[in-house]
């Protein structure tokens, strides 16, 4: 018989709590919509308070409830662990799980790239022992904590993912998880409001060298200015354990040789301290690449076969809405009446969006099948957000970057997206709105068959929406299936 992942004697031990009664969870849980029967219910408290859920989720089975005090409708029998305060207990429990894991730890952070590098991490690790990994981006103050609070007494490998939004927030987070490997995916232009420059975010993201463990390891990329790399690399140094770059540049121990885009993946030829390694990623983009490398780099750090580790990184697909692609049947008796669809409008900053275009201009359409002969390249941009007092400027540099040239026409969403729409040469601007659910409305008129459509931009300024409408034009399907 399995053993529980806490009893209410080893949670009242961890979080200096009272438990009203014996009781044993198999899991943690924040939410009622996702609680599963056994789990430990955390009230915190959010846009609502969480003990206001309490009583739903013990008739939901969750196992106990971790809660400041009795909730209104909760009998004094039921299963409690009280607390002077919730999220500090949740906080507790993480740090107590982590104490008693045997699991090695690699945190990632980065200003793009942290989900999908620690989904990459999960299927290379998953093929060399039992992985632990939020099944989100729960990187945050209470993501942290409860990832960690989640982890299996029996796990091999656990990846902890951690982001911020304003300087001091990585460093804490960062001590908690303790992780043997630290990973940098890059330093880039997102949450700018909240620093004076680059190099203050890069002075962030640094903070998690600082809770690496005794004989750990340091990854960074190596391709960032040469000022962000001495700021990275300081802190690192400064930790005494082992530090290591990964990029295209010389100097770095983990090296891109050769990065080939296709339309459905990307072929990398890279230098491993251990030799040279081939490995493909099941869908394209540059910045994959340097990520896949990375996360060979913290296989090889951890002593693992590096060339299983490359073979399994092709398993690995991004989420919805971080560079997804799909094909979207228009007409079910003519296979050709179809379009694809690239999915990444989730996130977005300058070095992001760089990226995302890059893979669009290297796509290939398809033509003789649409009403327009020729089968083009589309972007439909929104707004980037939190990029402070410059957000303009970015926004109009867009219009320098290379991969532009590719791209037949660039659909723009928002009032800051309206400034790249401005100076758009004419042949290239397509149509502007002020909002995404305008934009939608017009998805018909956007695309044809043969297209390749790019959807991009920060998670508000909701041009997942016209996703969601391109998605009703047709049925989808995958580009892996």
Same mark, same amino acid.
């Given at each position: 018989m399995t053993a529980p992942l806490w009893t209410s004697a080893d949670a009242a031990v961890a979080t200096k709590g009272r438990a009203t009664t014996e009781w044993a969870a198999n899991g943690v849980s924040i939410d009622t919509r996702t609680l599963k029967p056994g789990d430990l219910f955390v009230a915190l408290k959010a846009a609502r308070d969480g003990h206001d859920?309490? %009583?739903?989720? =013990?008739?939901?089975?969750?196992?106990?409830? =971790?809660? *400041?005090?009795v909730p209104e409708g909760v009998p004094e029998t039921a299963? =409690?662990?009280i607390v002077e305060d919730v999220q500090t207990a949740l906080e507790a429990l993480g740090i107590a799980g982590r104490a008693r894991a045997k699991a090695r730890v690699v945190a990632v952070t980065g200003s793009v790239g942290k989900t999908s590098t620690k989904e990459m991490l999960r299927a290379v690790l998953s093929g060399q022992g039992k992985t632990h990994a939020a099944e989100a981006s729960y990187n945050n103050h209470w993501g942290v904590p409860l990832t960690l609070a989640r982890l299996p007494l029996d796990a091999d490998f656990a990846v902890i993912e951690i982001g911020m939004n304003h300087p001091g927030e990585i460093e804490p987070l960062a001590r908690m998880a303790r992780p043997h490997v630290a990973m940098? *995916? *890059?330093?880039?232009?997102a949450h700018l409001e909240a620093f004076e420059n680059l190099n203050g975010i890069a002075i962030e993201k640094a903070a998690i060298f600082e809770g690496v463990e005794e004989d750990g390891t340091c990854l960074f990329n190596g391709d960032l200015d040469l000022k962000l790399i001495r700021t990275i690399e300081g802190a690192a140094w400064a930790t005494g354990q082992k530090v290591q770059r990964f990029g295209a540049s010389e100097e770095c121990q983990y090296r891109l040789l050769d990065v080939r885009l296709t339309d459905e993946a990307t072929i990398v030829q890279a230098e491993l301290l251990s030799g040279p390694q081939i490995f493909k990623l099941s869908i394209p983009g540059r910045h994959f690449a340097a990520n896949g490398l990375g996360v060979l780099a913290a296989a090889d750090a951890f002593g693992l076969d590096t060339t299983l580790a490359a073979r399994d990184l092709a398993l690995w697909l991004p989420p919805a809405g971080r560079g997804t692609r799909e094909r979207i049947q228009l007409d079910l008796v003519q296979d050709d009446q179809a379009f694809h669809l690239i999915d990444d409008a989730f996130n977005a900053n300058p070095t992001s969006m760089g990226a995302s275009l890059e893979v669009l201009a290297a796509a290939h359409p398809e033509?003789?099948?649409?009403?327009?002969a020729?089968?083009?390249?589309? %972007?439909v941009l929104g707004d980037m957000l939190e990029l402070g007092p410059e957000e303009i400027a970015l926004h109009r540099g867009l219009a320098n970057l290379p991969f532009l040239d590719g791209i037949d026409k660039i659909h723009c969403v928002g009032p800051r997206m309206q400034r790249l729409w401005e100076i758009l040469p004419k042949e290239k601007r397509g149509d502007w709105s002020e909002t995404a659910p305008e934009m939608a409305a017009r998805a018909h008129r956007l695309i044809d068959a043969g297209d390749v459509v790019l959807v991009k931009g920060s998670k508000g300024s909701k041009v997942s929406l016209v996703v969601d409408a391109l998605r009703k034009l047709g049925q989808s399907a995958p580009q892996a299936e």
């Open positions: 859920f309490v %009583a739903q989720a =013990l008739a939901n089975g969750a196992a106990a409830a =971790l809660v *400041t005090h299963p =409690l662990l940098i *995916t *890059t330093v880039a232009a033509d003789g099948v649409g009403r327009v020729k089968g083009r390249r589309i %972007a």
